[in-house]
Nanobody
Framework: QLVESGGGLVQAGGSLRLSCTAS????????ISWFRQAPGKEREGVSG????????YYADSVKGRFTISSDNDENTVYLQMNSLKPDDTAVYYC?????????????????WGQGTQVTVSS
């Protein structure tokens, strides 16, 4: 399973760091991504990383503000979120796909976390 943590309530301009830890398997060979879903909106891909080839992806809405990284020893992927805006308010999910190249956010995501709430107040 995947377990996310690090969400919370923060004022606009603040920062949070989300963590996604795998339990029962490792991220070896996987592409790990963060998605978010705000109330009444469709789920969107935020950022992804493939630790094997080092490729990363960022949605235009978070470029320059969010940074994704991985710690293979800890079997954890992080999403550092800076300069947060009220529009970043959502439930954030991490997911992993295996057997894909590069940063991936397609239908082959195999495991999903339960989500962590991020709320940014204005």
């Amino acid at each position: 399973q995947l377990v996310e943590s690090g969400g919370g309530l923060v004022q606009a301009g603040g920062s949070l760091r989300l963590s996604c830890t795998a339990s029962g398997f490792t991220f070896d060979g996987g592409a790990i991504s963060w998605f978010r879903q705000a109330p009444g909106k469709e789920r969107e891909g935020v950022s992804g990383i493939n630790p094997t080839d080092g490729k990363t992806y960022y949605a235009d809405s978070v470029k320059g503000r969010f940074t994704i990284s991985s710690d293979n020893d800890e079997n954890t992927v992080y999403l550092q979120m800076n300069s947060l805006k009220p529009d970043d308010t959502a439930v954030y999910y991490c997911a992993v796909a295996f057997g894909v190249a590069g940063a991936y956010m397609g239908p082959l995501m195999t495991y999903w976390g339960q989500g962590t709430q991020v709320t940014v107040s204005s």
